[in-house]
């Protein structure tokens, strides 16, 4: 038997790595627009004609080539970005591989002119299916051109299967701006059949973001940006409410090139979760830096996909900027859960005075008529909480729309005030009730925390209410800092309703401890009092107080795990709805979700 196996001549394995590199006009625009961003270019124009499939011309201003370049760029394997198997691991380029012109030119017609700016002139190649037809000097600008013209000429089985001018066309803009998007500082021009599509002059990214969708995408938009040792990412989101039915603008960069990445796509929707429908799509564009060490691009021909060597922690960094942009720059009234700490309204200032239940007559009362009801009525403390409720939401949110939430949190105010309200504990942990319109799931560490909140600080105007006297007296040792510190926040323990004495050089006395936190061991808690207030930096009086009845609440309140009587629930439900910022923790963390009847109709479709 004779030997049967033999190399293939460089024109067929052309094609064959063709067949991988160039699958359509698209991917060629997508190599030489690469080529142009590597080479440094600041303005790139692109020429179409047919959907590429007759033409793609691609000319920048980029660092040219020489003339013995001009020929090699064709070859396989020819390039002047990488020289050794090691910088495989740290490519900061787009192009390594060699293989994209010499591909193109195996299965199209393509000529290149080029100069470098010392160069007085410039090279002309023209390559047919692999085969050098000239090279000649020319005159021509500095930078580069490189035109394909009938792709797939001599491959006509490639050139049946490509699809409709419009589809072919869509393919190339979507290559457009994914080059256009990462690098708003070249400026770009789209020629398609000889009409201007897209002129995007040099930029920030959000005006690129702007020219190449539209002025609307101005408000639609928030920015991201998370800098940590292990990925740096930037860019923007889309507003939860701007979210589109059809998979739109979802684009992700690793150092600055475009990538597909279904892993991290579900990362950003998770993050979206629960604040689009499930049947809408989040629009972002986010930017990676990452150490090129860390990375490997070299696992797909076109380079679009990217193994990361901790893919599962760029996973959480990622889910966690994404709500964290989301929470920090809309104002969607499903999301307010989330809102940071800073943001948590304070509780009625100390010192507003506090109504007193009151009777309200009506002098002219006239029994017989019977055109008017409540002609006189007696104010509840309750009603007195409620309208204070009331009051705090239709203040705070003047001239914007009472927030759906807010409605259900005033409903549910409602609904605990009469009878026959239904409620349950699931899980030792959340309370579960309803209202008209929707369903209310409550933390109950979280709202108990909210309830002593305001109870403490509201106990400041009158501590001798909210004290409770100890039967023996504890005695603290401390040490001459916390000793110090204490002294200097006497008043404000006192406010809460302590009552505490020095007592020797290096011990002081708790004679009484605030109602509400009697169950807690009162050693335990100055101690923990005091070290919040080292962590924290108050400024005024009644931030101070608000530390101490923050951090006494946290001490105090009821446990998740723990089960609780109807009785309990009861009064955890009702005495969340009578604070003021029912809603959130004293740390700005959700006390309540609310599931209104509409959301629940949007989960299932109706
Ligand atoms: P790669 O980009 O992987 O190096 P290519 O086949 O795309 O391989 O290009 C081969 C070489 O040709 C590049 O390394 C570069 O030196 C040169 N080249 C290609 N296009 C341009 C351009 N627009 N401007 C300057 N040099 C270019
Ligand atoms: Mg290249």
């Known amino acids: 038997m004779t030997d049967i196996i033999h190399l293939l001549p460089d024109s067929v394995a052309n094609q064959i790595a063709a067949g991988e590199v160039v699958q359509r006009p698209a991917s060629a625009l997508k190599e030489l627009l690469e080529n142009s961003i590597d080479a440094g270019a600041t303005e790139v124009t692109v020429i179409i004609r047919e959907a590429g499939k007759s033409l793609i011309q691609v000319v920048d201003n980029g660092c040219g080539m020489?003339?013995?370049?001009?020929?090699?760029?064709?070859?396989?394997?020819?390039?002047?970005?990488?020289?050794?198997?090691?910088?495989l691991l740290a490519i900061r380029t787009l192009g390594f591989r060699g293989e994209a012109l010499a591909s193109i030119a195996s299965v199209a017609r393509v000529e290149l002119m080029t100069r470098r700016i010392g160069d007085e002139i410039g090279s002309r190649v023209v390559v047919e299916g692999t085969e050098l037809k000239s090279q000649t000097p020319v005159s021509c600008p500095t930078g580069t051109s490189v035109s394909v013209k009938n792709l797939f000429f001599n491959v006509p089985a490639r050139r049946n299967f490509l699809k409709s001018n419009t589809l072919e066309l869509k393919y190339i803009l979507e290559?457009?701006?994914?080059?256009?998007?990462?690098?708003?500082?070249?400026?770009?021009?789209?020629?398609?059949?000889?009409?201007?599509?897209?002129?995007?002059?040099?930029?920030?990214?959000k005006q690129r973001i702007i020219n190449l969708f539209g002025a609307s995408y101005g408000q639609k938009l928030v920015p991201l940006e998370q800098n940590t040792d292990l990925v740096n990412l930037s860019g923007?989101?889309?507003?939860?409410?701007?979210?589109?039915?059809?998979?739109?603008?979802?684009?992700?960069?690793?150092?600055?090139?475009?990538?597909?990445?279904?892993?991290?796509?579900?990362?950003?929707?998770?993050?979206?979760?629960?604040?689009?429908?499930?049947?809408?799509?989040?629009?972002?564009?986010?930017?990676?830096?990452?150490?090129?060490?860390?990375?490997?691009?070299?696992?797909?021909?076109?380079?679009?996909?990217?193994?990361?060597?901790?893919?599962?922690?760029?996973?959480?960094?990622?889910?966690?900027?994404?709500?964290?942009?989301?929470?920090?720059?809309?104002?969607?009234?499903?999301?307010?859960?989330?809102?940071?700490?800073?943001?948590?309204?304070?509780?009625l200032p100390t010192g507003?005075?506090?109504?007193?239940?009151?009777?309200?007559?009506?002098?002219?009362?006239?029994?017989?008529?019977?055109?008017?009801?409540?002609?006189?009525?007696?104010?509840?403390?309750?009603?007195?909480q409620k309208d204070a409720l009331h009051h705090f939401?239709?203040?705070?949110?003047?001239?914007?729309?009472?927030?759906?939430?807010?409605?259900?949190?005033?409903?549910?105010?409602?609904?605990?005030?009469?009878?026959?309200?239904?409620?349950?504990?699931?899980?030792?942990?959340?309370?579960?009730?309803?209202?008209?319109?929707?369903?209310?799931?409550?933390?109950?560490?979280?709202?108990?925390?909210?309830?002593?909140?305001?109870?403490?600080?509201n106990t400041v105007s009158r501590p001798d209410h909210s004290r409770q006297q100890l039967l023996i007296p504890v005695t603290l040792r401390l040490n001459s800092d916390d000793l110090q510190l204490l002294e200097g926040w006497k008043d404000y323990f006192s406010d809460v309703g302590f009552e505490i004495s020095a007592f020797g050089r290096d011990s002081i006395l708790v004679s009484a401890v605030p109602v509400d936190s009697a169950s807690t061991d009162p050693k335990n808690m100055i101690e923990s009092l005091l070290e919040s207030i080292k962590t924290a930096l108050p400024d005024n009086k009644s931030s101070r107080q608000q530390i101490l009845a923050r951090s006494l609440a946290k001490?105090?309140?009821?446990?998740?795990?723990?089960?609780?009587?109807?009785?309990?629930?009861?009064?955890?439900?009702?005495?969340?709805?009578?604070?003021?910022?029912?809603?959130?923790?004293?740390?700005?963390?959700?006390?309540?979700?609310?599931?209104?009847?509409?959301?629940?109709?949007?989960?299932?479709?109706?």
């Open 66 to 87: 020489s003339e013995r370049d001009a020929r090699m760029c064709f070859e396989r394997h020819a390039t002047s970005k990488i020289t050794k198997a090691d910088d």
């Open 175 to 205: 290559e457009f701006f994914r080059i256009a998007l990462v690098n708003p500082a070249v400026a770009f021009a789209l020629y398609n059949q000889d009409k201007i599509l897209h002129r995007l002059p040099h930029g920030k990214l």
């Open 236 to 347: 923007f989101i889309g507003k939860p409410e701007f979210a589109k039915k059809t998979k739109g603008e979802q684009y992700f960069f690793t150092n600055g090139r475009y990538m597909r990445s279904p892993y991290l796509h579900h990362a950003v929707e998770n993050a979206f979760r629960e604040l689009i429908s499930p049947d809408a799509f989040p629009s972002y564009f986010i930017f990676m830096e990452v150490d090129p060490t860390t990375i490997d691009v070299n696992i797909h021909p076109t380079k679009t996909e990217i193994n990361f060597q901790d893919f599962k922690s760029i996973y959480s960094i990622l889910f966690a900027a994404v709500k964290l942009a989301i929470g920090k720059f809309t104002l969607s009234p499903r999301i307010d859960f989330e809102v940071e700490p800073s943001m948590d309204p304070p509780p």
């Open 352 to 384: 507003t005075p506090v109504r007193q239940p009151a009777i309200t007559i009506n002098a002219d009362y006239n029994p017989f008529d019977t055109k008017g009801k409540n002609r006189f009525r007696v104010e509840t403390p309750a009603d007195v």
């Open 393 to 457: 939401y239709h203040e705070t949110t003047e001239g914007a729309p009472v927030t759906q939430k807010q409605e259900l949190i005033s409903d549910a105010a409602k609904a605990t005030a009469s009878e026959q309200f239904n409620y349950f504990q699931l899980n030792n942990t959340f309370l579960v009730t309803h209202t008209r319109r929707g369903v209310v799931v409550i933390d109950q560490q979280h709202a108990h925390e909210r309830i002593l909140y305001e109870r403490f600080l």
């Open 555 to 606: 001490r105090s309140a009821i446990r998740r795990g723990k089960k609780l009587e109807p009785a309990e629930i009861r009064s955890i439900i009702e005495n969340l709805m009578a604070c003021h910022v029912p809603d959130l923790s004293p740390e700005g963390k959700p006390t309540l979700l609310v599931l209104s009847f509409d959301d629940l109709m949007l989960k299932f479709r109706y």
